[in-house]
């Protein structure tokens, strides 16, 4: 069975790395948000590509999220003593990342072949694509500040901003990289793994083509709000301030259109009956990921899901 997983950052890699640890190499292609995409100190930086690439290599930080094992911060502690922005961290590990993909894409190189040629380096057999080689920047509207870029909203502002809605720039130009339609147009199934849904999977899926393609393949998502939270990040924050309560079933209506099943957490058990009213197919099982066996766990549920209903 061909599998298309789409992937954020740390939600989307922790389940992508369940997957591949089952899956080989040619029956799973992860399409990963690059819509946090931007320059920093003149690199160019792709955090959810490096989260991905970096949880499957296994060279990921455990301890942040972002970032890579056994880092250090010299780089970064002389530039901030020297008076620079040091509010985007880069270890020395992931500096040596982006300085070679920011040479490579000002020599005309694709990020997509950037980030191939990347995962070869590091061992990962699986194909990682970015959702696009073209820039599509998500911007996020915010009550008092107007627009602000993402990282301008999650990083340097840590979220705080109250969230009045999103937009993708760039998403009307934006073309599917090179392999992404095809791998889609292969796939048995498609998986949105549990990101977040606004700024980590609403922008793969906004790029011309993707959500089409995906649309005539079963999808099955899984929820990243677990009893009306997010594990991590501003997911149920964002839901709470366009005035929607966090839940499995909010998960569930933001894909309905092109939903076939949710697998959602045990805690939320109670929800079934209402998703099942949706018309989708429903999976309860635990699905906190705590190490590489609660990954593998979750991604097995999925796949046997995937073979249940289709
Ligand atoms: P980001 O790009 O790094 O912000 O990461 P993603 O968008 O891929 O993932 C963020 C989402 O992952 C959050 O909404 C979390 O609730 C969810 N998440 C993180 N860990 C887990 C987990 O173990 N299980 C589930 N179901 N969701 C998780
Ligand atoms: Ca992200």
Redesign the pocket.
């Known amino acids: 069975m061909k599998i298309i997983a789409l992937?954020?950052?740390?939600?989307?890699?922790?389940?992508a790395h369940g997957l591949a640890q089952i899956i080989l190499p040619e029956n799973l292609t992860i399409i990963v948000?690059t819509g946090?995409d931007f320059e920093h100190l003149g690199l160019s930086i792709s955090?959810?590509l490096d989260?991905v690439c970096y949880t499957l290599a296994g060279l990921e930080n455990p301890l942040t999220?972002?970032g890579r094992l056994d880092e250090s911060w010299q780089v970064f502690d002389n530039v901030a003593m020297l008076g620079g922005p040091d509010w985007f961290r880069l270890g020395d590990r992931d500096l040596g990342t982006h300085l070679e993909r920011t040479r490579r894409l000002r020599n005309g190189d694709s990020l997509s072949q950037i980030t191939n040629d990347f995962c070869k380096a590091w061992g990962v057999g699986h194909s990682i694509l970015p959702m696009t080689d073209d820039s599509l920047h998500t911007i996020v509207n915010t009550e008092g500040q107007g627009e602000l870029s993402f990282q301008e909203y999650?990083v340097h502002q840590g979220c705080e901003p109250t969230v009045t809605g999103f937009r993708f720039e760039g998403a009307e130009n934006a073309l599917p990289a090179p392999g992404v339609i095809e791998a889609i147009a292969n796939a048995d199934a498609v998986v949105f793994?549990?990101?977040?849904p606004w700024?980590?999977?609403d922008p793969i899926l906004a790029v011309a083509g993707i959500k089409s393609a995906c649309k005539s393949k079963p999808i099955i998502a899984?929820?990243?709000?677990?009893g009306g939270?997010?594990?991590?990040?501003?997911?149920?924050k964002m839901y709470l301030e366009l005035g929607i309560q966090p839940s499995v079933l909010a998960i569930a209506e933001h894909y309905q259109e092109i939903l076939s099943g949710l697998v959602f957490?045990q805690i939320d058990a109670e929800t079934e009956p209402a998703i099942k009213a949706l018309g989708l197919k429903t999976f309860v099982t635990d699905?906190?990921?705590?190490d590489a066996k609660?990954r593998y766990r979750?991604a097995k549920d999925v796949l046997d899901f995937v073979n249940i209903i289709f």
Do not use: R
């Open positions: 992937a954020g950052g740390v939600g989307g890699a922790k389940l948000n946090d955090p959810d989260t999220g972002w999650f793994c549990p990101s977040n700024v980590s999977i899984v929820s990243p709000i677990i939270k997010a594990l991590k990040g501003p997911a149920a957490d699905t906190i990921m705590q609660g979750l």
